[in-house]
């Protein structure tokens, strides 16, 4: 046994019901302070708690306890109650008002405060347990080994969680780092290869057209003979070849792109000029006089059949009462003047934001940003679609292309 200058001995520390050493290489070797002014009842505690898996050290008053707390870590305090000057009562409340070892179990031994009153003190001064001498050593061993048990379980847990923390802090900082590295790399890798992705997007864009286009001319003309025999059976022949045969210039327009001084209200009648009798009466547009740039033309003229397409089948134009409202205007209050249009869509059946984006997003709302240099803005109202574009007038004008 060690007195209370000594430290703890690790050659003694033999592999008994607790390693030695536990796998993390925290030794698992626990200190016990054993508290009586006297050195005979010391000394049986010791003959007691004799174990490889403990350190016992000893106080005979409570001053020599404090300063072996200041110094030592305790799985457990074993304190007699009568001792002079600080009793034990007095010395476990002094031990709890220090944070360091609040949460130390203590265990009062005593030979004459027997009495309920006394026993419901020393649990008030914070102890776990208050036994009578003579104590039973086996009893002693038992709770004492308890205790001990938990105090080692409890560092190696906080030893363990130490290093768990050490190491997600070090993989953090490994990934941050090599985030950094591959946004350095990616940013090389965009910067010298900008302009032929750039080049490689409007091609492929410009062939996604022709494919898309195609697949929306068969749906729209399939909408365009439903809607046609369902409000005019007898007439279907006559008004489903007229607007198949206006869908068919239409389409011929965009994909040649060849106009110029194309004036807005002309285009975007001929967009949807295959709507036949609707146009004047469900689709109805208008704003100022504007002669569009050829690139103004073909970028706003595909939004409009794009925009047509889509309200057949799933918008207002889907159904018997909806109806469209086109609108444009240049504001040329503005420091620079800016040109806007819309599309609202009203009383068609409700409609919900695509869980994705397609080509047709893509055209009515990156392709015209990027050809004319603009925001749009795309709405999924309950109550129908709404569509805006705006952009700085200059860029749709026809009189100031080259």
């Known amino acids: 046994m060690k007195p209370l200058t000594g430290q703890p001995d690790g050659a003694q520390a033999q592999q008994s019901g607790v390693d030695a050493a536990s796998a993390d ?26 174990s490889p898996r403990y350190q016992v050290i000893r106080a005979e008053s409570a001053d020599a306890a404090l300063l072996a707390l200041l110094k030592y870590d305790f799985a457990v305090l ?14 476990a409340q002094m031990i709890k008002q220090r944070k360091k070892t609040s949460e130390v179990p203590i265990i ?4 004459y405060y027997n009495e309920d009153q006394h026993v419901v003190e020393g ?25 001990v048990e938990l105090f080692v379980k409890q560092r190696q847990l906080e030893e363990a969680n130490r290093a768990l923390s050490a190491e997600v802090a070090e993989r953090r900082l490994v990934q941050m780092r090599l985030s950094e590295l591959n946004d350095t790399l990616e940013q090389r890798v965009l910067d ?44 279907f022949l006559v008004k489903f070849s007229s607007r198949v045969q206006a869908l068919a210039v239409s389409h011929d327009l965009l994909v040649k792109s060849q106009w110029r001084s194309i004036d807005i209200s002309g285009l975007v009648r001929g967009q949807l000029a295959h709507f036949g009798d609707l146009v004047g ?122």
Not at 78 to 91: A, K, N, S
Not at 311 to 335: F, P, Q
């Open 281 to 402: 009466k469900r689709i109805l547009f208008g704003g100022p006089p504007l002669h569009l740039s050829s690139a103004a033309a073909q970028c706003i003229g595909m939004v409009i059949h794009e925009l047509s397409t889509n309200t057949v089948k799933y918008g207002a134009l889907s159904c018997g009462k909806g109806r469209i409202d086109i609108a444009w205007e240049a504001d040329n209050t503005a420091a620079e003047p800016v040109f806007s249009i819309s599309w609202t869509e009203i009383g068609g059946p409700p409609i919900f934001a695509p869980t994705h984006r397609g080509f047709g997003t893509t055209v009515v709302t990156k392709m015209v940003e990027m050809g004319l240099d603009g925001e749009t803005g795309l709405d999924y109202r309950s109550t129908g679609l709404i569509w805006r574009f705006s952009c700085p007038l200059k860029n749709v004008l026809e009189a100031l292309q080259a």
């Open 78 to 91: 074993i304190l007699d109650v009568q001792m002079p000057g600080i009793t034990g009562f007095e010395l």
């Open 25 to 50: 290489g925290m030794s698992s070797i626990a200190n016990i302070l054993i508290v009586d002014d006297e050195p005979k009842n010391l000394t049986v505690l010791e003959t007691v708690l004799d």
């Open 108 to 111: 009062f031994l005593t030979a």
């Open 192 to 235: 010298r290869t900008e302009a032929h992705k750039r080049a490689e997007e409007q091609v492929r864009l410009l062939m996604a057209e022709v494919n898309h286009r195609s697949k929306n001319l068969l749906s729209v003309v399939t909408a365009i003979a439903q809607q046609t025999a369902a409000n005019s059976p007898q007439e």
């Open 123 to 147: 649990y008030d001064s914070g102890a776990v347990d208050y036994l009578l001498k003579p104590i039973n050593p086996a009893i002693l061993r038992s709770k004492v080994s308890v205790l």
